[in-house]
Structures are given as C-alpha cells and as structure tokens.
C-alpha cells in the first residue's frame, strides 16, 4: 500500500511553473531516490510535500496514509509522520538545541497519545540517540545549527529524525557539503532508522550517496516532471554517462 | 489554510481575555475627583504623615502645575484630564471569593498557561486563602528574617513614620521632584509603594517581591519606591508578576529611586502585565514610570532588567547614574507589543565617574498594529575618564502592519571614552517558522520558541522562578499574531 502518492502535480512560484505534472508512488518499506539536474524542482518537491507557504498545488493532488495532505499546515503534516531534512537547515540563535529537540519530541509524544519523557529523561535519551551519530553533549549545548559546520547541521537533521521517528522522511541533498566520514555517519544513521514500516525519498545530485544508502527505485527528474525510473542501476548509469543522454532520449 | 480558523479563535480568545477585566467590584473609600491642596492634604492625612512629608508634597504640586507635559516620546493618546480623576481610592476590602470556582475561567486559563501553582493562583484571584497558605503568616516569616539581618523591607508609608531620617534623607534625591511632569505629579500624590533598606555588609537573604509585602496589593496608580543598599549591601528586588493585572485606574505614574553606595549592589526586575486594553488599544493603561538608580559609591553597580508585555501605552526609561569610580550600569530589556499597544521605552546612562561601565541589551517585538520604540542616551561626562559603554538593540518584527524605532542619543565628552552601539531590525523569519513547524511544533509554538530565543540575553538576567513563567508570558502575549 502507498503511504505517500503524488499524482500530477502541478505547481507555479511567482507565475513560473516549476512542477509540471509530477506523480510519484512510494510504498511501505521502500527507499526512493529521485535525481536530477539542477533545476529540475527537487527542493521545490520537498518543500511542496511538507506544506510551505507559497508551494500549494495549482492542480493534482498528494495523499499521505490515503489523507490529503495539500488542506494540512506543516505541523500538521508532520504530526502524521512526514520528515523533511533539510538542505540548508534553519538557524534560530538563542534557542538551545537541547530545548528544542525536547520540546519537539515531546510534542510528537503528545501527539501520538503517548507519555512525555521528563527532563532528566529525555536527555539520558537524548544521549543515547546522539552518541549513535557521533554528536557530542557540547553541540547539544549551542544554540540551534547556529555556527554548526555543514557536516554537523546535517547530522542534527538526522538526529531529529531519530527523535521523531516518522512514516516518510525525505532527505533533501543530505549528502551535500559532507566528507566521506560524515556521509558514512549519516547514512548509517539513516540506515538503522529504516524498516518494513517506513519509507525514505532522498533527494540527490551525486550517486555517491546510494552507496550508502541503497534504494529500491531510482527517478530521474527533469523539467518538473519523472522522466525516467528504475532499479538502483539506473543511478550508475547516470554517475557515468551524465544526466544529458538521459534527457536527449527524451526530447 | 487550516490554520485560518485557529487563528480568528485565538484572536478571540486572546482579546476575550480581559473581558471580566474591571468587574471586580471593589468598596472603596474615595476622596473627590480631582487635585488641589486640600486632596493633597487628604491624601497625607489619611497616611498619617508628619508635617515635613506633607509640605514636601505641597512644594511638588505647586511646581507641577507650572509643568508642562512631555511630548517627545512616539506615542499618542488623548489628552488626559487631570481634573478627572481620583487621586485617593483606598479600597476598603477586596470581596473574598471562597473558592477558585468562582474565578474567571479566563483568568484561570491564563494562570495555568503560566504554570502558576493553585495556592498562588488563589492569592492572586483573591480567594480567601486556607491555613496551608496563609500569605499574612509567610509574609510574617519573611519580615521576621530580614529583621534578623537588619534588613527593612515596609510599605513606604509606614517607613515614613517608622524611618523618617532615611526617607527624608533619600527621597527625591536620585528622581528631582521637577524631572519631569509625572514625577512632580506622583510626588504630589503617590500613595504607597516599596521602601527597602539593606545595612552595610548585609546580602539581603533572599529576593525581595512585592507579591510578600504586606498591604502590597492596590498601591494604587502613583506607586511610589525607594530603595538603598549601604556598602556592600546586596538586594535583588522583584517588581510586578507575570499574571495579569487589571487596575480600574487608567493612568499609572510611579516613581523609583535606587541609591547603592560603596561596592554595594542592586538588581532590579521588573515583570509588567497590566491589561493593554483592547484590539484598538481602549481602556489599556496608561504606564508613565520614572525609574532611576545612583551608583553614589565606588565599585557599586545597579542592573535593570524588566519584561514589559502590558499596558496600552508604555513610558519608561529605568537609567543609572554612575557617580562612583568603577561603578556598573545595566540595562536589560524585553519590550512586547502586539495589537494596538505603544512602547517608547530605553534607558539613561550617566557616566560621571572614573572607569565607570555601562551595558545595555534591548529586545523589541511589535506584532499588530503596535509601535516599539528604542529611545536611549548614553552620557560620558567630562570627569568618565576611561568610561566604557556597550549597547545592542534589536528589533523583531512579526506581520507587516507593526513597526520599531530605534533613537540613540549619544553624548560624549572625554576622549578615551569607549562607546558601542549595534542595532539590528529583522523579521521573524518564514524559514525559521517553516523550521519549526516541520517538526510539529504549532505557529504559536513556534513564535514563542523563536521569539525567545531572540530574547534569550535578556531572560537569563531574571532571577530563576521569574524566568520560566516570562518564558510563557512572551508566547501568551504574542498569541494570535500569526497564522
């Protein structure tokens, strides 16, 4: 069954379009990667799934768990177990990384029905989790991805993925701005999050990543559209010989 | 979106919330609306004042009436008619509710957003209070300490005849009588307010509130409070409280005077809450308050900090004048306005003294229609050798109908004087929002986690158990201002 299916997306900014009729199926249990050149809407896709203001649909429709997602603000989508881990991950100076990620636990916790952890809990938790992806307690300590290297914000991004644990999460270029070190936490980190219940989209411009994190189909996006999927192969391909023949076959 | 409606209820709910504001109905003990000497003597009368204290008063309205009032700040409202109103209201006696029950349910949300405990949240109601929690006995307990360390921490009315030497001494001695229009008023009619007392060597035991001090509650509009720490005495003072306020008395103008002598300390937080009146602004208070401190004695230091989320219209400028060599000024500051409210608030730093610091943090919000403004003046004067200033000012918008001033007044005179000033205006980003509300958090949430942390410099100056409870007001205030 689909936890997350996109049909026909369309969707303009500023009277441009940028997704001209988008479908995407994915299913339970299963790792996406959608590939691109640059421009061809991906973030535009991510931001749309997650319901940022000013990326509505102009026509088709997105269903989540067979809910519609496009009448949900963010919070609301992500109270159903959608991720979105960000390319460049926001800075919000003053707020302790520490508070922030209670806070957003324990509002999934609350969500969920479930008991929220106390203080002195969550960071023991919190620890745990943390020591998985080779965050330090003094990173904790700083104020949210404020002054983090590229390599750090992306692992907090993941890191919050852990602590929310979601159905689908999407991974916007996580791999970028990662040395080979960091992309093998990362990844791992995202590896041990994945089961039969969940499903992953990531988002890429390299192949390098897929080494690490296998995924089930590959799509090729180009023009606000899928031009082309496949297995895991099909990223090889394009490691190798570029996105341009791609697109000619298209053309 | 979705979040349209939530929002229209919250508007509702948020504006809803002072509607059983001035309900209360209060017995009072009234003298004649307006002023002249006879009010004057009435007010002094009542008090039990000696004779000094009573000319004091007399000499101040005398050189009021020849005022004029200030218009300077960036703030309108109409002209207040001073002849129409009452300068002596003393309330008989509050009606005792016996239980929470018969509370505003409004009100109660509020405390419990708060996180006020239910004892207090009693007191605060005015319900009667049960033997568990006698505030007259803990408020006993409290006096009973401070004596034990020969700390004074009374009513101003009763210091006046329990202390006349240290309030004839002190009083009108940081704040001139003539400062300005307000403080010429309130001399004239100020009827009650804070004096506190520390001896020298002594560290005050414990932080000193106006919630502990007996008769504290309806000190009226023109609060009056003085507060002196001999050398390397030490006192955190804490004024007001995060519940909201009401007070049928549109016009408040308090006067408060610090005075630290020799490597003696005062910090001073204030928390202001009062009801800002509607969503145009109508039947908010009107808070015009001079506060000041002198830092008379060397290496003594005096620290501001306030959270202001209340009131209509804002006017306050807590300053310090640092005469001591070596002495400290601070000025830490968190200004909220949302709907209709106005702000012009800021500080006075007077470096007098050699090597003299002054430091000041202001944050503003402006959500609504409301105006914020930053109005600051640093002074070094010809004898600061080597005085040292730092001030940062930054500016939070949210929404697009608000907006924030920011007007340094910078006079320096000694060369080797070093002054900084930052300012920064921003927006509460639509990134930042995004951030947070992809991780569930709501657009309320969200605000207040990002508004805090823009205030973060500041709340962490509060004293701990003022803190937590500021940190829920900010989102309260804010609530609605998004969507």
């Given at each position: 069954m689909p936890i997350l299916e996109i049909k026909n997306a369309e969707l303009s900014i500023d009277n441009k379009k940028?997704?001209?009729g988008l479908s995407l199926s994915v299913n339970e249990g299963e790792t996406h990667a959608i590939m691109g050149p640059n421009g061809s809407g991906k973030s535009t896709l991510s931001y749309m799934l997650a319901g940022r203001d000013g990326y509505e649909l102009d026509n088709g429709s997105i269903t989540f768990d067979n809910i519609d997602?496009?009448?949900?603000s963010p919070d609301e989508r992500s109270n159903l177990g959608l991720f979105l881990a960000f390319q460049y991950p926001v800075e919000l100076p003053g707020v302790s990384s520490t508070n922030f990620l209670r806070e957003i636990f324990n509002s999934r916790k609350k969500y969920l029905g479930e008991n929220e952890l106390s203080h002195l809990d969550f960071i023991k938790y919190l620890r745990k989790v943390a020591e998985n992806l080779s965050i330090k307690d003094e990173m904790l300590k700083r104020y949210v991805n404020f002054g983090f290297s590229g390599g750090e914000k992306k692992r907090f991004e993941i890191l919050q993925m852990a602590l929310l644990n979601p159905k689908i999460s999407v991974l916007d270029e996580t791999d970028s701005g990662l040395d080979v070190d960091a992309l093998k936490i990362v990844s791992e980190g995202v590896n041990n999050l994945k089961d039969k219940k969940n499903a992953v989209v990531v988002i890429t411009h390299y192949q390098r990543l897929l080494d690490y994190i296998k995924p089930d189909i590959v799509h090729i996006m180009s023009d606000g559209k899928i031009i082309k999927s496949g297995d895991a192969d099909l990223a090889l391909y394009v490691e190798k010989n570029g996105y341009s023949e791609i697109l000619n076959e298209k053309s | 979106m979705v979040a349209t409606t939530e929002t229209i209820n919250q508007v509702k709910t948020t504006t809803d919330?002072?509607?059983?504001?001035?309900?209360?109905e209060i017995e009072v003990d009234k003298a004649p609306k307006g002023l002249n000497e006879d009010i004057i003597r009435f007010i002094s009368q009542k008090k039990d004042e000696p004779k000094w204290m009573l000319d004091w008063r007399l000499e101040a309205f005398k050189k009021w009436k020849r005022m004029e009032k200030p218009n300077w700040a960036k703030v309108s409202f109409p002209d207040i008619d001073f002849q129409d109103i009452y300068y002596y209201a003393a309330p008989k006696s509050k009606k005792k509710l016996?239980?929470?029950?018969?509370?505003d349910p409004e009100l109660l949300k509020t405390y419990e957003k708060l996180g006020i405990p239910l004892n207090e949240q009693k007191m605060l109601a005015g319900v009667a209070v049960d033997a568990v929690f006698d505030s007259v006995s803990v408020a006993t307990t409290f006096r009973e300490k401070l004596s034990e360390v020969g700390v004074i921490f009374c009513p101003i009315s009763e210091a006046i005849i329990n202390h006349p030497d240290l309030v004839k001494k002190y009083i009108g001695s940081v704040v001139p009588v003539t400062d300005n229009y307000y403080t010429a008023l309130n001399s004239a009619v100020f009827t009650d307010g804070s004096f506190v007392y520390i001896p020298k060597?002594?560290?005050?035991?414990m932080e000193l509130s106006t919630y502990f001090r007996i008769n504290e509650k309806n000190t009226g509009q023109f609060e009056r409070t003085l507060i002196i720490a001999e050398d390397e005495g030490y006192v955190s003072y804490l004024e007001g409280c995060t519940a909201p306020q009401r007070d049928e008395n549109q016009l408040h103008a308090a006067v408060v005077e610090l005075v630290a002598m020799n490597k003696s300390q005062i910090k001073y937080s204030t928390v202001q809450n009062w009801y800002p009146g509607d969503e145009k602004g109508k039947g908010g208070i009107y808070n015009f308050v001079t506060k000041r401190g002198k830092c008379l004695g060397e290496n003594s230091k005096i620290s501001w900090t306030q959270v202001e989320t209340g009131s209509s219209i804002t006017w306050k400028y807590p300053s310090c004048i640092l005469m001591g060599d070596n002495s400290i000024g601070e000025f830490y500051s968190v200004a909220i306005t949302n709907n209709a409210q106005q702000a012009d608030t800021g500080t006075k730093m007077i470096h007098i003294g050699k090597n003299t610091k002054s430091t000041i943090i202001s944050k503003g919000i402006s959500a609504g229609k409301s105006q914020n403004t930053y109005r600051g003046q640093v002074q070094i004067q010809k004898s600061a050798y080597n005085a040292r200033n730092f001030t940062q000012c930054d500016s939070l918008l949210i929404g697009d109908t608000c907006s924030a001033h920011t007007v340094p007044y910078i006079n320096q005179h000694v060369s080797n004087a070093k002054v900084e000033h930052e300012a920064t205006t921003s927006k509460i980003s639509e990134e930042q929002l995004f951030y947070c509300m992809q991780r569930g958090l709501d657009a309320e949430q969200a605000t207040s986690m990002i508004v805090n942390g823009f205030c973060k410099e500041v709340m962490k100056e509060l004293p701990m158990e003022f803190a937590v409870e500021a940190q829920k007001l900010i989102g309260i205030s804010l609530e609605g201002s998004v969507g």
């Open positions: 940028i997704l001209k997602l496009t009448l949900l | 919330k002072y509607k059983y504001g001035f309900s209360t016996n239980s929470l029950d018969e509370v060597g002594v560290k005050c035991p």
